[in-house]
């Protein structure tokens, strides 16, 4: 079954730092760029970060620069998304999506269109 699942998502007061991990099953990221999302209450999902298969591109949205960092470990099938400095408005649930086409290799996007998508985790951010 090909699959990618969320995991490291919780509660964390402000300031404070999680790492999300997103981990592909029955297929391998090697070849795929990556992208976090995110959905919060009341909002369409949004495009945070994405790293291109070869980890040399990076994108983050406007709103996460310079806090959050992605990154891959092709080795483990995993792409991670380091959050620190989190703030209330960091409050959603947390997606991963892959892709693999011709550009995946030198380029990501943070829009929709993504083939794969994971089922998502709660990052809360509250005192």
């Known amino acids: 079954q090909l699959q990618l699942v969320e995991s490291g998502g919780g509660l964390v007061q402000p300031g404070g730092s999680l790492r999300l991990s997103c981990a592909a099953s029955?297929?391998?990221?090697?070849?795929?760029?990556v992208g976090w999302f995110r959905q919060a209450p009341g909002k369409e999902r949004e495009g945070v970060s994405c790293?291109?298969?070869?980890?040399?591109?990076?994108v983050y949205s406007d709103s996460v620069k310079g806090r959050f960092t992605i990154s891959r470990d092709n080795a483990n099938n995993t792409v991670y998304l380091q959050m620190n400095s989190l703030k209330p408005e960091d409050t959603a649930v947390y997606y991963c999506?892959?892709?693999?086409?011709?550009?995946?290799?030198?380029?990501?996007?943070?829009?929709?269109?993504?083939?794969?998508w994971g089922q998502g985790t709660q990052v809360t951010v509250s005192s």
């Open positions: 999506a892959s892709e693999a086409t011709y550009y995946s290799r030198a380029y990501c996007h943070i829009n929709e269109g993504y083939g794969y």
């Open positions: 029955g297929f391998t990221l090697e070849n795929d760029a």
């Open positions: 790293i291109s298969s070869s980890g040399r591109s990076t």
